[in-house]
């Protein structure tokens, strides 16, 4: 492993290679290609960076290719002379590598006419093909009479072409070096091959060059040097490793820029053409996306390694990359500084190959630092900050299929689509001056070492036929579309929509089971004993011997957990909030022998507390779950067979009944079970899956029909059961079979268990109650096909169906995403690894579609076509509420990913509800706070300070104003203020104790001044009043010794209330008489 350096050095030195590739490009020799990993990557959540969705460029020229050696066939036909790779295939040196030839491949030589009905069927604009030297001269030297057959095939074929206004763009040499060549020179070992391809191209100009435009010189000659002389992989099959690969390469620039030269010379002046040579590499990234200062070194010269080779001397300085010098030294051929200039600027624009084969190879070359990954945006980019703004054409774009595939190449679809837009945001966005794409390959060939196993055609071919038809691929049919479209137009149904949600809309949070805290945070809950503090000064706490106080019953208020949790809460703006019990932890026993009392008790100060707050609660019942043991059921009810045994049944609703009893009036809406289509998954055989589904709803329907009985009149709360219910695409959009998979997948997954408790839209009532006949007839047909007595699926009785009919209040749906679905692949291997699910179907996903860590697709649309697809079945009368939705994302705090999902996700549910007319009327993010690490909280975990994400900041936003009105205001309708956090009351909180000490320290010291204050007042008035006294006897009395006296007790008189005391009162009012 290498020593990494501090983080702070760290960014110094990125931020340092960073500016002195912007200041100077000298300081970057030769290029800035680097930068591309020192930039931080497009975010995939920005608008149109993950799709794009536009148009190319007026006249973009749109192509598809072949070479001669993989197609043409009639390797030995009208005077054709033999190919390295003709040898290759016929001799031992490939026997190991591929048993097929390419004697008739696929007869293209013949059927030529049938590959341009293939193109006009594309409209593409060109068509890339290679002329066969040894075809047009079978000893390879041009300076010999051609082949007149071949070159007249080559004419009938360019001018069928122009006439059907498809541009020729014509390749010299595509790895099918005349064997005469290989075995008099040694093939480009020699030098004396540079003048004799020279030779050769020259002819090639003059014969045809006035009809052609585009000059290829030769197609990813880093493959010929190294499979064909480095490993032998490929014809001629030499093994000379590094040492015989480096010289092939030089040979082959040399040839390329001698050709260049000698059409820029004599023929350019005339025919007005442009000529290039393709090259071919792969990509890679740092692994984990890490951008450290070693990581981009060790990605910029894994690219010089492949790319940069070729590239460099053509495009750059006319040399090859110092990497390249530094590692092979002595071993590198050198250019004279003449030839340096000579090499130099021999291409008019770049033409690039972005293909499986070298990225087979380029997964060899990699350091552990480095992902190898097929991004052509990043490539494209790759070349613009390495070799200029040239004008480039991606002359190979595209994947290979396995040959068992046919023409039903659904993944291949997705690669093209990727790869396509790739380009156009590279266009678009990156400023590229990309003006032609070519699929590769137009037809089915001989894939080089790999024979006829894998394809890559647009048309297939059944090599095992004769006639060699041209059978269009599915692939070929959305490439056609994509030309028509010139692009990816934007579809009506993406722009967003402005609009508000109804004032009891459920803005809600979804939770699983809530995690039980049975005592309270303070000892005065459990501990009796009475102690003594600091009776010997030690600041300590000693117990009293012998004395035992009664403890005090706990509070809902004492729970500290509940206020906490409750608290971030109610900060996030939401309604309602939906949680789970926990079946085991309230009857262990799975029956009323033994109730968890305490358990109860803590769920209803949950919602008592929430009650307070004006928050609505959600209640799951069962909330089963992998992870958990028993899957959620009380020990003994799993030990007994779990939901295979109908006892759970009769379980579950007492269970219920429990609930409803002891907190059904607390609860606004019941949630029987979370999710039982999933909880089917983990079953392992056919039969079990539908048992368990059967007793999974007899248990709902059992549970709905007793509130329904005995609680409805009381409580007046709505009972449901969640479903998962990610929406199902037809994988291949050109296939009748993907679209039933797609049906198939959906009735599995949702009407399996809605169908018998509502019953579709269309069905007649007395069909109600039961499984849907789709999937009836379904698993009756694979149960013949697989000589099988019946079908696994369990039936209703007749009692059982009229419990079932109607036992829904509304539908609760969790969504999170979307899937491609096609028919399961039903062949031996796949029946040897893992048993095909019971609705016989593969999901995919496209590659196209952002996603999280997690692997989990964003896709808005999905959610709008879900919810029409159940509204669209069971009718608008029941509501639908989304109970769970939400998406992981791995940020700390600045969770951007789930800021988009959110956005992203409402938009298409206002549209669902505004434009279709779906009843929708509630959303649940999922969830409040991590457990962890961060991944789908809208809170970190209390390990990390429960601190709040970015995202609820878009959340209450969404919320206050109802939706995304056009106005951005705050929806004045709602029914209650939002609940903003307080910080003075966590503040308080934390100080609880501090507070307590400081209140009583401050009602101690208002009391002292209230005492003060009286006193005071009493003082001043006992003096006015003497001062009074005073004045009066002055005034016309005589002083008397006795007035002092009589004075004292009249004070004491008053107050001690003494009222008939004769002498006082007498002093009073008149004047001694003695």
Same mark, same amino acid.
């Given at each position: 492993?290498?020593?990494h350096p501090s983080?702070p050095?760290?960014?110094?030195s990125l931020?340092?290679?960073?500016?002195?590739?912007?200041?100077?490009k000298?300081a970057c020799s030769p290029?800035?290609?680097?930068?591309?990993?020192?930039q931080p990557?497009?975010?995939?959540?920005?608008?149109?960076?993950?799709?794009?969705?536009?148009n190319?460029?007026?006249? *973009?020229?749109?192509g598809?290719?072949?070479?001669?050696?993989?197609?043409?066939?009639?390797?030995?036909?009208? !005077?054709?002379g033999?190919?390295?790779?003709?040898?290759?295939?016929h001799?031992?040196?490939?026997?190991?590598?591929?048993?097929?030839t390419?004697?008739?491949a696929?007869?293209?030589?013949?059927?030529?006419?049938?590959?341009?009905?293939?193109?006009?069927?594309?409209g593409v604009?060109?068509?890339?093909?290679s002329?066969?030297?040894p075809r047009?001269?079978?000893?390879g030297?041009?300076?010999?009479p051609p082949n007149?057959?071949?070159?007249?095939h080559?004419?009938?074929?360019?001018?069928?072409?122009?006439?059907?206004? @498809?541009e020729?763009?014509?390749?010299?040499h595509h790895?099918?070096?005349?064997?005469?060549l290989?075995?008099?020179?040694?093939?480009?070992? +020699? /030098?004396?091959?540079v003048g004799?391809?020279?030779?050769y191209?020259?002819?090639?100009?003059?014969?045809?060059g006035?009809?052609v435009?585009?000059w290829?010189t030769?197609?990813n000659?880093?493959?010929?040097?190294?499979?064909?002389?480095? $490993?032998?992989?490929?014809?001629?099959?030499?093994t000379?490793?590094s040492?015989?690969?480096?010289?092939?390469a030089?040979n082959?620039?040399?040839?390329?820029?001698?050709?260049?030269h000698?059409y820029?010379t004599?023929?350019?002046?005339?025919?007005?053409?442009?000529?290039?040579?393709?090259?071919?590499?792969?990509?890679v990234?740092?692994?984990?996306?890490?951008a450290?200062?070693d990581?981009?070194?060790?990605?910029q010269q894994?690219?010089?390694?492949?790319l940069?080779?070729?590239?460099?001397?053509? *495009?750059g300085?006319g040399?090859?990359p110092?990497?390249?010098?530094?590692?092979?030294?002595?071993?590198?051929?050198?250019f004279?500084?003449?030839?340096?200039?000579?090499?130099?600027?021999?291409?008019? *624009?770049?033409?690039?190959?972005f293909?499986?084969?070298?990225?087979r190879?380029?997964q060899?070359i990699?350091?552990?630092e480095?992902?190898v990954?097929?991004?052509?945006?990043r490539?494209?980019?790759?070349?613009?900050?390495?070799?200029?703004?040239?004008?480039?054409?991606?002359?190979?774009?595209?994947?290979?299929?396995?040959?068992?595939?046919?023409?039903?190449?659904t993944?291949?679809?997705?690669?093209?689509?990727r790869?396509?837009?790739q380009?156009?945001?590279a266009?678009k966005?990156?400023d590229?001056?990309?003006?032609?794409?070519?699929?590769?390959?137009?037809v089915?060939?001989?894939?080089w070492?790999?024979g006829?196993?894998?394809?890559r055609?647009?048309?297939?071919?059944?090599?095992?036929?004769? +006639?060699?038809?041209?059978?269009?691929?599915?692939?070929?049919?959305?490439?056609?579309?994509v030309?028509t479209?010139n692009?990816f137009?934007?579809d009506e149904t993406?722009?967003e929509?402005?609009g508000r949600f109804?004032?009891e809309?459920?803005?809600g949070?979804a939770d699983?089971?809530l995690q039980?805290?049975?005592y309270?945070?303070?000892?005065q809950? $459990?501990?009796p004993h009475?102690?003594?503090?600091?009776?010997?000064?030690?600041?300590?706490?000693?117990p009293?011997?012998?004395v035992?106080?009664?403890?005090?019953?706990a509070?809902?208020?004492?729970?500290?957990a509940?206020r906490s949790?409750?608290?971030?809460f109610?900060?996030?703006?939401t309604?309602?909030?939906?949680?789970?019990?926990?079946?085991s932890?309230?009857?262990?026993q799975?029956?009323?022998?033994?109730?968890?009392?305490e358990?109860?008790?803590?769920?209803?100060c949950?919602l008592t507390?929430?009650k307070?707050l004006?928050?609505?609660?959600?209640?799951?019942l069962?909330?089963?779950?992998?992870?958990a043991?028993n899957?959620?059921l009380?020990?003994?009810l799993?030990?007994?067979?779990?939901?295979l045994?109908y $006892?759970?049944?009769?379980a579950f609703?007492?269970y219920?009944a429990?609930?409803?009893q002891q907190?059904?009036?607390l609860?606004?809406?019941? @949630?029987t079970i979370?999710?039982?289509?999933?909880?089917?998954?983990? *079953?392992?055989?056919?039969t079990?899956?539908?048992?368990?589904a059967?007793?999974l709803?007899?248990?709902?329907a059992?549970a709905w029909r007793?509130y /329904?009985?005995?609680?409805?009149?009381?409580?007046?709360?709505?009972?449901?059961?969640?479903l998962?219910?990610?929406?199902?695409?037809?994988?291949?959009?050109f296939?009748?079979?993907?679209?039933?998979?797609?049906?198939r997948?959906?009735?599995f997954?949702?009407?399996?268990f809605l169908?018998?408790l509502?019953?579709?839209k269309?069905?007649?009532q007395?069909?109600?109650?039961?499984?849907?006949?789709?999937?009836?007839?379904?698993?009756?047909?694979?149960?013949?096909v697989?000589n099988?007595s019946?079908s696994?699926?369990p039936?209703f009785?007749?009692?059982?169906k009229?419990?079932?009919?109607?036992?829904?209040s509304?539908?609760?749906l969790?969504?999170?995403?979307?899937h491609?679905?096609?028919?399961?692949?039903?062949?031996?291997?796949?029946?040897?690894?893992k048993?095909?699910?019971?609705?016989g179907?593969?999901?995919l996903?496209?590659?196209?579609?952002?996603?999280?860590?997690?692997?989990?697709?964003?896709?808005?649309?999905?959610?709008?076509?879900?919810?029409?697809?159940?509204?669209q079945?069971?009718?608008?009368?029941?509501?639908?509420?989304?109970?769970?939705?939400?998406?992981?994302d791995q940020?700390a705090v600045?969770?951007?990913l789930?800021?988009?999902?959110?956005r992203?996700y409402l938009?298409?549910?206002?549209k669902?509800?505004?434009l279709?007319?779906?009843?929708?009327?509630?959303?649940?993010?999922?969830?409040?706070?991590d457990?962890h690490?961060p991944r789908y909280g809208?809170? $970190?975990?209390?390990?990390?300070?429960s601190?709040a994400?970015a995202?609820?900041t878009v959340?209450?936003?969404?919320?206050?104003?109802?939706?995304?009105?056009?106005? +951005?205001?705050?929806q004045?309708?709602?029914?209650?203020?939002?609940?903003?956090?307080?910080?003075?009351?966590?503040?308080?909180l934390k100080?609880k104790?501090l507070l307590?000490?400081g209140?009583c320290?401050?009602?101690?010291?208002v009391?002292?001044?209230?005492?003060f204050?009286i006193?005071?007042k009493?003082?001043?008035?006992?003096?006015?009043?003497?001062k009074k006294?005073k004045?009066?006897?002055?005034?016309g009395y005589?002083?008397?010794?006795?007035?002092?006296?009589c004075l004292?007790?009249?004070?004491?008189v008053?107050? !001690?209330?003494?009222?008939?005391?004769p002498?006082?009162?007498?002093?009073?009012?008149h004047a001694?008489?003695?």
């Amino acid at each position: 492993m290498l020593d990494h350096p501090s983080p702070p050095l760290h960014l110094l030195s990125l931020c340092l290679l960073f500016l002195v590739c912007g200041v100077n490009k000298a300081a970057c020799s030769p290029g800035e290609g680097r930068r591309i990993w020192l930039q931080p990557k497009p975010s995939l959540f920005i608008k149109d960076q993950a799709f794009l969705h536009d148009n190319f460029p007026s006249g *973009f020229l749109w192509g598809t290719g072949t070479s001669a050696f993989q197609t043409e066939g009639a390797w030995d036909q009208e !005077g054709k002379g033999a190919s390295i790779w003709d040898h290759f295939t016929h001799s031992t040196a490939g026997r190991d590598l591929a048993t097929e030839t390419a004697n008739v491949a696929s007869d293209s030589y013949t059927r030529w006419e049938k590959d341009v009905e293939a193109l006009d069927y594309l409209g593409v604009r060109s068509y890339s093909f290679s002329l066969s030297w040894p075809r047009l001269f079978p000893d390879g030297d041009a300076k010999n009479p051609p082949n007149q057959v071949a070159v007249e095939h080559y004419n009938r074929l360019i001018e069928k072409l122009l006439e059907k206004k @498809i541009e020729p763009v014509v390749t010299l040499h595509h790895w099918d070096l005349p064997q005469a060549l290989q075995e008099r020179h040694g093939g480009w070992r +020699n /030098e004396t091959l540079v003048g004799l391809f020279e030779e050769y191209a020259a002819f090639c100009f003059h014969t045809f060059g006035s009809r052609v435009k585009f000059w290829l010189t030769m197609h990813n000659p880093y493959l010929v040097a190294v499979q064909g002389y480095g $490993t032998g992989v490929h014809a001629p099959g030499e093994t000379e490793g590094s040492a015989g690969s480096l010289i092939v390469a030089h040979n082959l620039i040399r040839a390329h820029a001698k050709t260049w030269h000698t059409y820029n010379t004599h023929f350019r002046p005339v025919q007005k053409g442009q000529i290039s040579i393709v090259l071919g590499s792969h990509w890679v990234e740092p692994q984990r996306g890490i951008a450290t200062v070693d990581n981009v070194e060790f990605c910029q010269q894994s690219m010089e390694a492949v790319l940069g080779w070729f590239a460099n001397p053509i *495009f750059g300085d006319g040399d090859y990359p110092v990497s390249l010098k530094v590692k092979h030294r002595a071993l590198l051929p050198s250019f004279s500084p003449e030839e340096k200039l000579w090499v130099q600027n021999t291409a008019d *624009f770049f033409a690039l190959s972005f293909g499986p084969n070298n990225f087979r190879l380029g997964q060899g070359i990699v350091r552990n630092e480095q992902t190898v990954t097929p991004d052509l945006r990043r490539i494209l980019s790759w070349i613009k900050h390495e070799y200029g703004d040239l004008r480039v054409m991606v002359a190979e774009g595209g994947w290979f299929s396995e040959a068992s595939v046919g023409r039903e190449d659904t993944v291949a679809i997705y690669l093209m689509k990727r790869f396509i837009n790739q380009v156009l945001q590279a266009v678009k966005l990156d400023d590229m001056k990309v003006f032609g794409y070519f699929s590769w390959s137009l037809v089915d060939g001989f894939e080089w070492n790999y024979g006829f196993s894998v394809r890559r055609g647009l048309f297939y071919i059944d090599f095992n036929q004769s +006639n060699r038809t041209r059978i269009p691929k599915t692939s070929a049919q959305y490439y056609r579309g994509v030309i028509t479209d010139n692009g990816f137009p934007r579809d009506e149904t993406s722009k967003e929509i402005q609009g508000r949600f109804p004032c009891e809309f459920h803005w809600g949070i979804a939770d699983s089971t809530l995690q039980v805290h049975f005592y309270p945070f303070s000892p005065q809950f $459990t501990d009796p004993h009475l102690y003594t503090w600091n009776l010997t000064g030690d600041n300590s706490l000693h117990p009293v011997p012998g004395v035992m106080m009664p403890t005090t019953p706990a509070q809902c208020t004492d729970y500290l957990a509940i206020r906490s949790h409750l608290r971030l809460f109610a900060s996030t703006g939401t309604s309602h909030y939906s949680f789970a019990l926990n079946w085991s932890l309230i009857l262990p026993q799975g029956d009323r022998s033994y109730v968890n009392a305490e358990g109860l008790r803590y769920y209803r100060c949950i919602l008592t507390e929430l009650k307070k707050l004006d928050l609505e609660a959600v209640v799951i019942l069962y909330y089963p779950t992998r992870r958990a043991p028993n899957l959620g059921l009380p020990g003994p009810l799993y030990a007994s067979g779990g939901w295979l045994n109908y $006892t759970t049944v009769e379980a579950f609703q007492d269970y219920a009944a429990l609930c409803y009893q002891q907190l059904g009036s607390l609860v606004s809406y019941w @949630i029987t079970i979370n999710e039982p289509n999933r909880l089917v998954d983990l *079953f392992s055989s056919e039969t079990e899956k539908h048992q368990a589904a059967h007793n999974l709803l007899l248990s709902h329907a059992k549970a709905w029909r007793l509130y /329904e009985s005995e609680y409805s009149d009381r409580h007046t709360a709505k009972v449901s059961l969640a479903l998962h219910a990610d929406w199902a695409e037809p994988a291949n959009p050109f296939l009748e079979s993907h679209s039933e998979a797609a049906q198939r997948f959906l009735l599995f997954e949702l009407g399996r268990f809605l169908d018998p408790l509502l019953g579709a839209k269309d069905e007649e009532q007395h069909h109600r109650g039961d499984y849907p006949r789709e999937i009836k007839s379904y698993l009756e047909n694979k149960a013949q096909v697989n000589n099988l007595s019946g079908s696994p699926l369990p039936n209703f009785t007749k009692t059982e169906k009229e419990e079932m009919r109607g036992s829904l209040s509304f539908i609760a749906l969790n969504h999170y995403t979307t899937h491609l679905v096609s028919p399961y692949p039903y062949t031996q291997a796949n029946f040897q690894h893992k048993q095909p699910p019971d609705h016989g179907c593969l999901t995919l996903t496209d590659p196209t579609w952002p996603s999280s860590r997690m692997r989990q697709a964003l896709v808005p649309w999905g959610l709008r076509k879900i919810l029409n697809w159940v509204s669209q079945r069971y009718g608008g009368a029941l509501p639908i509420i989304l109970t769970a939705s939400g998406v992981d994302d791995q940020a700390a705090v600045e969770d951007k990913l789930r800021q988009y999902f959110l956005r992203s996700y409402l938009q298409e549910a206002l549209k669902a509800r505004h434009l279709d007319g779906v009843n929708l009327q509630g959303f649940y993010l999922w969830k409040l706070q991590d457990q962890h690490v961060p991944r789908y909280g809208l809170f $970190t975990s209390t390990q990390h300070n429960s601190k709040a994400k970015a995202s609820i900041t878009v959340y209450r936003e969404i919320i206050t104003r109802g939706g995304f009105p056009e106005d +951005n205001t705050t929806q004045i309708c709602r029914l209650r203020e939002q609940h903003e956090p307080c910080s003075v009351c966590e503040w308080m909180l934390k100080n609880k104790a501090l507070l307590v000490f400081g209140g009583c320290l401050l009602i101690t010291a208002v009391m002292a001044l209230f005492l003060f204050v009286i006193l005071t007042k009493r003082n001043q008035i006992r003096v006015r009043r003497m001062k009074k006294i005073k004045r009066r006897n002055e005034g016309g009395y005589s002083p008397v010794s006795t007035k002092q006296p009589c004075l004292d007790q009249y004070s004491l008189v008053r107050v !001690g209330s003494v009222k008939h005391d004769p002498v006082c009162v007498s002093a009073a009012n008149h004047a001694p008489s003695w």
